[in-house]
C-alpha cells in the first residue's frame, strides 16, 4: 500500500516538471513548426488536391491512374522491386551483420568502416556504379568476353536496379544488425547453449526473435527507400518502368500536373502506410530512419 | 552572510493526478537557523523545499523571505543556493567555471569573480582543484564543488537536497561533520532534506520531520527524540518498542510477557519505550521473554527478545 | 584460438560482401585516373580528366558546399531548439510533431519536390534561386540532425543541470546556451556532419528543383553520366568521393565516441 502511493507520488511530481517548463519549450519549437507548415505540410496539402483536379473536363488524377493498367503496372512493379530488394538485402546484411557483431578478428573495424561509407552515397553515383559493374564497358561485360565470348550487360535491366538499391540498403541493414546485436542479452544465447541447443538452433530461436523488431524497421526504411530512389532510375535510364521515373516523365515530358501529383499522392501513400505497418509490428523500436 | 527568516503560510500542493503532497504547512525558519526536514520517501520533504526554492508553485498559500512575498518569483530571482543529490555540476565547465557560473550571471568583474572563486576553494579545501574537469572528481570532491558553486553568489538561503545521499558511509561522516562546521561559521539560513536521521540530529539545529504531506512534529533533535510528538516520529527517529496494552489492572497495565507499572487515571492502548531505557535483569523484572537473536554492534549490542503476543 | 568452418565461411561471405560495395568504386578511381578505360591501366595514369572536370563543373562543387554549410546553419538553427523541446514536452503533441518531421525522409524526394515546385514554383525570384533548393534539403535533412540531439539530450541529466543553473540565476535563454548546447556538442556535431554529408549527395529533391543556373554536384554528376566519356564520369564521381569520404570518417568517430558515451 505504501510503496504504491509513493510510486504515484514520484511519476507525478516529474509529470508536473515537465509542465512547469512546458511554455518556453513550446516557443523552441516555434522556428521548426513553422518550416515545416509552410514548406512541407501546405506543399502537400495542394499536391493532395491536385491530383483530385480534373483537367481538361476529364477524370481527377486519381481516376486516371487508377484506371491506366501502365501506371498500375509501375506502381506494381515498383512494389514487388523494393519487396525483393529488401528481402535480400535483409538476408545478406543479416549474416554479415551478425557476424561483423559477434566476431573479433584482425581488420574487423576496417571492414566495417568499409561497408557502411556507402550509405550516404547518393542514388544517382550507386547508378554509375552499377554501370561500371554491369554496362557496356563494365566489369561483367569484360568478364563474359573472357569467359563465354559474350557481353554480360544487364546494368540498364530491373536486374541493374535491383544492383543498386541492394548496393546502398546493405549496409543499413548491416549496421542496424550490429547495433540490435550488441543490445542483445548474451546469456539467452548462454543459456540455450546450456540447455543443449546446436548453433543453428540458437539462431532461429534467440537471434533471430532478438534481432526481428530491428529487422521489420530497418527493412521498412530499405522498403521505403528504394520505392522513392529516383537517382538511380535515372541513372540507369529512364526507360526503366519504376513509378519515380514514370512520375518524372508524367511531369517533364507530358507537363501532366494533375496525374504527376495523383501518382506521387499514391506513392507516398503506400511507403508511408508500409512504414506504419511495421512500426505496429516492430512495436517502438525507434530505429526509424 | 546574514540570515534570512523564510516563512511558509497555509502552503498546499497537489500533482495533477490528485495525490496531495504537501498540505496545509505553515512554517517558520528563522534567521541563520539550519533546519533538516527529515521523513521518508514520499513525505512531501522534497516538495517543500522545491517550494521554497522556486521550482514548485504552491497550488495555495505563500512563500515569504523576510518580508518580502516570492511565491510567484521564478528560482532564478530568488537568491538562493541549492546543493542537489547527485551535485549536477555541469560537465562542460571546470572546477573554477562551475563555481564562477553564477558570479558571471550576476556580472562581476573578472577580477572579482576569480578573487570570490579563490576564496570558495579555500573554503572546501580544494585550492589546487580549479582547474580540473569535473569527471577528474571523487564523489567528496564533487560535493565540495557543489557546495562552493552554490555558496559563491552569498546567496540568502542555502538549499540542500540530500546531498550526502550519494557518498559512501565513512566519507559520509567527515563530510557531515565539515558541513555542520562550515554552516555554524556562515550563519546562513539553510535548509537541508534528509531521510537519514543521523545526519538530521547533527545537523539540524531544529528538525521538521514530515509524515504523508503533514508536519508531524517541528522541534529540536533533543525534543525530538526525547519527547517525540506521536509514534510516527518516534519510531522513524530512532529504535521503539511498542506494547500494546491487554487490560489494565489494580497496580499497571497487562501487557504480553508481563505487567507494567503505572499510576494513571486513563489507561494507554499501547507503551512505547526506547531500547536503552530496558534493562536486562537475571531476575525479578516487569517483562520476561526468550531471547531469540543477539546482534553484536560494537560499542552495544542488540538483543532480540519474544514475549509473546502479536 | 580454433575458428569454426562456419567462422571463415561467415567471413568470406562478408568479404563478397565487401567486394561487392568496394569493386565499383575501385573501378571509378581508376577510370577517373587512366588515359583511356578501355586499354586499362597500361595505358597509363593521367591527371587530365581530373582538370577537365574541375575547368568544366568546379561552380558545381562551389554550390554544393555552399549549399551544405547554409543547410547545416540553418537545420541547426531550427533543429537544436527543436530537438530541446521535444525532449522536454515529451506528450502525444510532441510525439506527432516527431512523425510530422520525419514524413520528408519517408516520402519519395521526388513527391515532395513536386509538392514544393506546384506551390512555390510560380515565385519566379525565389524559383531561380538556390535558396529554393535550400528548403528543399532543409527539410530533408532536419531529422537527421534532431535526431541525434534529442538522444544525447535524453541520456544526459540535462534536467537537474538546468535546475542547478536557475538556482544559480541564470533564465530560461541562458539556461539554453550555457548549460543545454555545450552539454549537447557531441550530439550536434555528428548531426552536422551528417547534415552536410546527405545535402552534398542530395539528388532526388535536387534534380527537380534546380534550375540550369544552380546545378549542385550531384546534378552536374547525373548530367556527365547521360552525356560524358566514362572517364571524365569517373573523374567527377572522383572529386565527389574524396569530398565525402572524410566526413564520413569523421561522422564514424564521433558515432563511436558517442556510443561509448552511452555505456558509460
Known amino acids: 500500500m505504501t510503496t504504491v502511493r509513493f510510486n504515484a507520488l514520484s511519476v507525478s511530481s516529474r509529470r508536473d516538471i515537465l509542465h512547469r517548463l512546458r511554455p518556453t519549450a513550446a516557443w523552441a519549437l516555434a522556428p521548426a513548426a513553422a518550416v515545416l507548415l509552410a514548406f512541407w505540410l501546405l506543399p502537400l496539402a495542394q499536391l493532395v488536391v491536385l491530383g483530385g483536379q480534373h483537367r481538361d ?81 563494365g566489369l561483367f561485360a569484360a568478364l563474359g568476353m573472357e569467359l563465354a565470348g559474350e557481353r554480360w550487360v544487364f546494368a540498364y535491366s530491373l536486374m541493374g536496379l535491383f544492383l543498386g538499391y541492394l548496393y546502398f540498403s546493405i549496409p543499413r541493414v548491416i549496421l542496424t544488425v550490429m547495433a540490435a546485436c550488441e543490445s542483445l542479452d548474451r546469456s539467452l544465447e548462454e543459456a540455450a547453449r546450456s540447455l543443449g541447443a546446436g548453433h543453428w538452433r540458437v539462431v532461429c530461436d534467440v537471434i533471430v526473435p532478438g534481432l526481428a523488431p ?24 529512364t526507360r526503366l518502368n519504376v513509378t519515380p521515373v514514370a512520375i518524372y516523365n508524367v511531369f517533364t515530358n507530358y507537363a501532366n500536373f494533375t496525374v504527376a501529383a495523383a501518382l506521387s499522392v499514391i506513392l507516398g501513400a503506400v511507403t508511408w502506410a508500409v512504414l506504419l505497418l511495421a512500426r505496429r509490428l516492430a512495436g517502438q523500436s525507434g530505429t526509424v530512419l | ?60 498559500g505563500q512563500v515569504f523571505f523576510g518580508d518580502s512575498n516570492v511565491t ?28 564562477i557560473y553564477g558570479l558571471k550571471i550576476r556580472g562581476l568583474s573578472p577580477a572579482e569573480r576569480n578573487k570570490r572563486c579563490a576564496e570558495l576553494l579555500e573554503l572546501v579545501g580544494l585550492q589546487d582543484h580549479g582547474q580540473r574537469h569535473i569527471h577528474e572528481l571523487s564523489g567528496g570532491q564533487r560535493q565540495r564543488v557543489a557546495l562552493a558553486r552554490a555558496l559563491a553568489p552569498r546567496p540568502r538561503v542555502l538549499l540542500l537536497d540530500e546531498p550526502l545521499a550519494a557518498l559512501d558511509a565513512q566519507l559520509r561522516e567527515r563530510l557531515r561533520s565539515e558541513l555542520d562546521q ?11 532534506v534528509t531521510h537519514d536521521q543521523g545526519e538530521a540530529m547533527a545537523l539540524g539545529d531544529r528538525i521538521l520531520v514530515m ?88 560499542a552495544q549490542s542488540r538483543l532480540l527478545v519474544d514475549v509473546g503476543g502479536a | 584460438m580454433k575458428r569454426s568452418t562456419l567462422f571463415f565461411a561467415q567471413l568470406v561471405f562478408t568479404l563478397l560482401v565487401c567486394a561487392f560495395m568496394l569493386v565499383p568504386v575501385l573501378l571509378s578511381l581508376l577510370a577517373g585516373l587512366t588515359r583511356n578505360y578501355f586499354v586499362g591501366v597500361s595505358g597509363g595514369l593521367t591527371l587530365d580528366w581530373l582538370v577537365q572536370v574541375w575547368q568544366a563543373y568546379s561552380p558545381t562543387v562551389w554550390l554544393s558546399l555552399q549549399l551544405a554549410v547554409s543547410c547545416a546553419v540553418c537545420v541547426c538553427v531550427i533543429g537544436v531548439p527543436a530537438a530541446y523541446a521535444l525532449v522536454r514536452m ?125 546545378k549542385t554536384l ?46 558509460r
Not at chain 2, 562550515?182 to 537541508?192: A, D, P, Q, W
Not at chain 3, 568521393?241 to 564514424?252: F, R, T
Open chain 1, 57 to 137: 473536363g476529364g477524370d481527377s488524377g486519381y481516376w486516371q491512374v487508377l484506371n491506366s493498367a501502365q501506371y498500375l503496372g509501375s506502381l506494381a512493379q515498383t512494389c514487388v522491386l523494393a519487396a525483393v530488394v529488401t528481402g535480400a538485402a535483409l538476408l545478406v546484411g543479416g549474416i554479415s551483420g551478425v557476424f561483423l557483431a559477434r566476431q573479433q578478428f584482425f581488420g574487423r573495424s576496417a571492414l566495417v568502416a568499409l561497408l557502411t561509407f556507402p550509405l550516404a552515397f547518393p542514388g544517382v553515383v550507386v547508378g554509375f556504379l552499377v554501370i561500371l559493374l554491369a554496362g557496356r564497358q
Open chain 1, 214 to 237: 530491428a529487422l521489420v524497421s530497418c527493412g521498412a526504411i530499405c522498403f521505403a527507400t528504394s520505392m522513392g530512389a529516383f537517382g538511380t532510375a535515372f541513372t540507369l535510364g
Open chain 2, 211 to 298: 509524515d504523508r504531506g503533514r508536519v508531524a512534529q517541528l522541534a529540536t533533535p533533543r525534543d525530538i527524540y526525547q519527547q517525540p510528538a506521536n509514534a510516527f516520529v518516534a519510531s522513524f527517529v530512532g529504535n521503539l518498542n511498542a506494547f500494546p496494552v491487554i487490560e489494565p489492572t489494580a497496580h499497571g497495565l497487562k501487557v504480553s510477557g508481563g505487567e507494567l507499572p503505572w499510576k494513571g487515571i486513563q489507561a494507554p492502548t499501547t507503551v512505547y519505550c526506547r531500547p536503552e531505557h530496558l534493562r536486562v535483569m537475571d531476575d525479578g523484572g516487569h517483562l520476561r521473554g526468550r531471547l531469540v537473536g543477539q546482534f553484536f554492534q560494537g
Open chain 2, 1 to 60: 552572510m546574514s540570515g534570512t527568516t523564510i516563512r511558509l503560510q497555509g502552503c498546499r500542493k497537489a500533482f495533477t493526478d490528485g495525490t496531495v503532497a504537501v498540505d496545509n504547512l505553515n512554517l517558520t525558519i528563522e534567521a541563520g537557523e539550519t533546519l533538516v526536514i527529515l521523513g521518508p520517501s514520499g513525505c512531501g520533504k522534497t516538495t517543500t523545499l522545491r517550494m521554497i526554492a522556486g521550482f514548485e508553485r504552491p497550488d495555495t
Open chain 3, 218 to 263: 550531384p546534378v552536374g554528376l547525373a548530367d556527365s553520366y547521360a552525356s560524358a566519356r566514362l572517364e571524365v564520369a569517373s573523374a567527377y564521381t572522383l572529386i565527389f568521393l574524396l569530398m565525402i569520404v572524410p566526413l564520413l570518417i569523421a561522422l564514424q568517430a564521433i558515432s563511436a565516441r558517442l556510443s561509448r558515451g552511452e555505456r
Open chain 3, 90 to 214: 515529451n506528450n502525444r503533441f510532441s510525439r506527432a510533431f516527431e512523425e510530422l518531421m520525419v514524413l520528408p525522409v519517408a516520402m519519395p524526394g521526388l513527391a515532395s519536390a513536386l509538392a514544393l515546385l506546384l506551390t512555390y514554383g510560380q515565385f519566379g525570384e525565389l524559383r531561380r534561386s538556390w535558396l529554393f533548393i535550400l528548403v528543399g534539403h532543409v527539410l530533408f535533412t532536419l531529422p537527421f540532425l534532431v535526431r541525434p540531439v534529442m538522444a544525447v539530450m535524453q541520456r544526459q541529466q540535462l534536467p537537474t543541470l538546468e535546475e542547478a543553473a536557475a538556482s544559480l540565476g541564470a533564465g530560461p535563454i541562458k539556461r539554453f546556451f550555457s548549460v543545454v548546447v555545450p552539454n549537447c556538442r557531441a550530439g550536434i556535431l555528428a548531426g552536422v556532419l551528417m547534415v552536410v554529408t546527405l545535402s552534398l549527395g542530395e539528388f532526388n529533391l535536387t534534380w527537380m528543383l534546380h534550375t540550369p543556373m544552380t
Open chain 2, 182 to 192: 562550515l554552516l555554524r561559521s556562515l550563519r546562513i539560513t539553510s535548509v537541508f
Open chain 2, 72 to 99: 510567484r518569483l521564478p528560482i532564478e530571482r530568488r537568491d538562493v543556493g541549492m546543493v542537489f543529490q547527485n551535485y549536477a555540476l555541469f560537465p562542460n565547465l571546470n572546477v573554477a567555471g562551475n563555481i
